[in-house]
């Protein structure tokens, strides 16, 4: 015969649980899950709450944007469509889309201006390609002529008087170039036109049209960064403003002219 | 049935206290917090789901793109080559006055393409210069007085600062879309006619030229006095040599 132990003799006297009563903890849950329905179900229907109420929040926006959709195409699409037409037209008609510029500007200006260089430009010009047999849809060699002016801005120099020797000492700015091309002077020498894919009439006019700006502003970075024209328009500089100032101040000041940077250092 | 076996199947109550089972509260609890796991993980799922096809999208449109780019700057590349011969240097000394801005429209159609038509504005500007090699200065130190003799100012130098295509009308059919060299050839011609009756306006212009005279004046007053420091006071007086 099986000794019978009291619960006393069976529970240990530590917090640990043994694993046979851990089994027993789901046993009961179980048990609990058999023997209380009303209690069990209730938890049951407060999960499947809590998982509608979840999935409801996350669809929510696409069901109201369908049922919104529904309704307003069937309610607001042809009011809405009559009214959009009515008030555009009008709006359309407004000519609130009206711009001013005022185009003619006149600037004073004091440059003095010290070397002129004739230029002439050639251009061998190319576009696009024909497809398959390759090759240019257009080729062409251009010249054209322009003026390079190179100029000193009078308004920036310093004058100042010696105080010891009453000699007048004139300080002016580097020599500033500004390219001037003419596009009436403008000759085809030759030109190659493809007999097949020739491209369209907008996109030569589009090349072309962007091809002379930036020509201009190449050629104007090219030549003003060409050392043998800047010596000779420093040169003509000083020797133009030392003329000038004879005449203006009288021959018998002694006029002292030289360059800004060189006062600097 | 020994008592253990009745506690391990939950049917005897003795001692309960003794045993320390957790609360079916505490089980209901796991099972919300299992179902909001699930939730959390449904919609992270998603959102990857998204953020992944979003970025195969993107790669799979990127990759289109450049090859289109590629293939079509190929078949409309603008080349210029371009050589720079200096004719000629010449020592000037020409004072600038005024600057002087305005716009022209030209209106024109494609020579062998009748369905194309072009309203280009151009934009240019002008200066007007006096020739101070043909200045006479003459001056009177005890009178502090100065008198220049200038030409009138001329208008020197014009360029073409800017265009707008104001209206662009062409056949979008490509057998009637004419071509590459017919499109060239306008913009040559309006920049041309452009170039040609804004300096024309521009040198008639009397308004400019009244205004040419006004700033060559002042101009010359100012440098005239600033180059003399030491006597103050100058009278200059600035008189206009007429050409005949």
């Known amino acids: 015969m099986d000794t019978v132990k009291t619960t006393d003799q069976l529970a240990p006297k530590s917090d640990k649980q043994p694993k046979h009563l851990k089994h027993a903890f789901f046993q009961q849950a179980i048990f609990a899950l058999r023997t209380h329905p ?58 609130k889309d009206t711009t001013m510029d005022i185009r003619t500007k006149m600037v004073q200006t004091g440059k003095l201006e010290v070397l002129l260089v004739n230029v002439e430009l050639s251009d061998v010009y190319k576009h696009g390609e024909v497809p398959i047999v390759g090759g240019p849809q257009y080729a062409a060699l251009y010249t054209i002529q322009g003026e390079g002016i190179f100029s000193v801005d009078l308004t920036q120099a310093e004058v100042t008087l010696q105080s010891l020797s009453d000699n007048i000492l004139i300080g002016i700015p580097r020599p500033q170039f500004e390219l001037y091309i003419k596009d009436s002077t403008l000759k ?41 024209l800047m010596e ?7 020797d133009q403003v030392e003329r000038l100032s004879k005449s203006i101040c009288g021959s018998e000041k002694k006029v002292i002219v030289q360059f800004l940077e060189e006062e600097d250092e | 049935m020994t008592e253990k076996q009745a506690l391990l199947s939950g049917k ?8 320390k089972i957790p609360s079916r509260w505490i089980f209901r609890a796991c099972l919300i917090l299992a179902a909001a796991l699930a939730v959390v993980f449904l919609l992270l799922g998603i959102n990857r789901m998204r953020s992944s096809y979003n970025s195969a999208l993107g790669n799979a449109y990127s990759a289109a793109y450049n090859a289109a780019f590629q293939f079509a700057e190929k078949q409309s590349h603008v080349s210029n080559y371009v050589t720079i011969a200096i004719k000629a240097e010449q020592e000037i000394s020409r004072l600038e ?12 159609n494609a020579e062998k393409d009748d369905s194309t038509t072009s309203w280009l504005e151009v934009q240019g500007t002008g200066i007007f210069t006096v020739d101070l090699n043909a200045a006479e200065f003459i001056a009177d130190s005890d009178r502090k007085y100065v008198l220049v003799n200038i030409p009138n100012p001329v208008l020197t130098s014009f360029e073409i600062s800017r265009t707008e295509k104001q209206f662009w009308h ?46 060559a004046v002042m101009m010359i007053e100012s440098i005239v006095r600033s180059w003399n420091p030491d006597i103050s006071g100058l009278q200059v007086e600035v008189k206009f040599i007429e050409t005949m």
């Open chain 1, 38 to 95: 009303f209690h069990d179900v209730a938890t049951v229907i407060l999960l499947a709450v809590l998982v509608l109420s979840i999935v409801f929040f996350a669809i929510s926006p696409g069901v109201g944007t369908v049922v919104g959709l529904g309704i307003g195409s069937f309610e607001g699409v042809p009011s809405g469509l009559a009214d959009g037409a009515k008030d555009g037209n009008a709006e359309g008609l407004s000519a």
């Open chain 2, 97 to 108: 006055v005024l600057k002087v801005s305005d716009s022209e429209f030209v209106v024109k």
């Open chain 2, 170 to 215: 062409s056949s979008n059919s490509p057998l009637a879309n004419g071509s590459v060299a017919g499109g060239v050839q306008l913009a040559q011609e309006q920049l041309a006619e452009g170039q040609q009756e804004l300096e024309d306006s521009m040198r008639q212009s009397r308004k400019f030229h009244e205004a040419a005279k006004n700033a």
């Open chain 1, 232 to 238: 000779h328009a420093k040169a003509s500089a000083l």
């Open chain 1, 188 to 228: 085809n020498i030759a030109e190659y036109k493809a007999s097949v894919f020739d491209g369209n009439t907008g996109d030569g006019y589009t090349g072309w049209l962007n091809s002379r700006e930036q020509i201009d502003q190449k050629a104007q970075s090219e030549l003003a960064g060409y050392n043998s």
């Open chain 2, 12 to 19: 005897s109550r003795k001692n309960d206290s003794n045993l």
